[in-house]
Each structure stands twice: as structure tokens, then as C-alpha cells.
């Protein structure tokens, strides 16, 4: 793994290359590391005198065994932005069953973006050729219930 001046190289790196997230988006954003674990994005600095016991923002990725995982919220947050590294989903029925927890086939490697019909719905992770969602349960079962309402043609 490459070594980095600062966090904020790092993660601009991290979504450059996995996610084809241009640079100039990171420039906008303030990281900060909590625990050596989890890292945090803002766009604003955080008010001096306030007490918190978790950093400003939104959690963007976790440092894991085998390097940075992205979190739905925050590939969610990227949207548009994601040009590479991501798994579109058009049919209901592919998308039901991966948020049910099953495998869908998938032709990528690793952390992806889940696409549903052009909006990024979280994260998820691919190995041997099979794509399983590691998007959060309880957004799983709203996105579920959203579509229940879509048919499919028969």
C-alpha cells in the first residue's frame, strides 16, 4: 500500500482510483480520523468550544484488514460523481435479491457503488464474480418496500 503525506491524500487516492471520483471534489472536503478506524468527511470546519463524541460530517469510509471500505452513505453522497466502480442494477428482481441477501452476478472487483436505474443506493462488495450489498438493514428494507411497487413485464 502506498504511503500517503496526509489523510486527505489518501482518501482522494482511495476514490480517484476505485471510484473515478475527480480529485476536485476531495478538495472541498475537511477528513478527519476517529479511533484509527473510521474516517470522517465535512465541508465545514466544526465550531470551536463544542463538545462531540464523534467528528463533524458523515462517516465516509473504515479502515479494514484489507484496506479502506467505503460506507453507503457516503457513495450515496458521491451519486454522479462515481464514474467507475459501480454496479448498475435495471431489473427489480436483481435488485430485490441482492438486497435480500443474495449474490447477483457481477463483472467488477471488490467495494462497488450499487446502482439502481442511475442512483447510487450504497456499497457493496464483489468476490469471485458474485456481488452481495453491504448496505445498511434497515435502508435494505425501505428500498425494499419502494419496490414492491414496481412490475416487471412479464
Not at 474516517?39 to 484496506?67: D, Y
Not at 447477483?104 to 472487483?109: G, H
Amino acid at each position: 500500500m502506498p504511503a500517503y503525506e496526509n489523510l486527505h491524500d489518501e482518501v482522494a487516492a482511495f476514490f480517484s482510483s476505485r471510484f473515478g471520483v475527480a480529485r476536485e471534489v476531495s478538495e472541498q472536503l475537511t477528513f478527519t480520523e476517529r479511533g484509527g478506524e473510521e474516517i470522517w468527511a465535512t465541508t465545514a470546519p466544526t465550531p470551536i468550544g463544542i463538545a462531540s463524541s464523534r467528528p463533524a460530517g458523515v462517516r465516509a469510509l473504515r479502515r479494514m484488514p484489507r484496506g479502506l471500505k467505503p460506507t453507503s452513505v457516503f457513495l450515496s453522497l458521491l451519486g454522479d460523481r462515481i464514474t467507475s466502480g459501480r454496479m448498475e442494477i435495471e431489473d427489480v428482481n436483481a435488485m430485490k435479491r441482492l438486497l435480500l441477501g443474495q449474490p447477483v452476478p457481477c463483472t467488477l472487483d471488490g467495494y462497488v457503488a450499487i446502482s439502481f436505474r442511475g442512483d447510487v443506493l450504497g456499497c457493496g462488495a464483489v468476490r469471485d464474480g458474485k456481488a452481495r450489498a453491504l448496505i445498511p438493514t434497515h435502508k435494505r428494507r425501505v428500498l425494499l418496500g419502494c419496490l414492491e411497487s414496481e412490475q416487471e413485464p412479464l
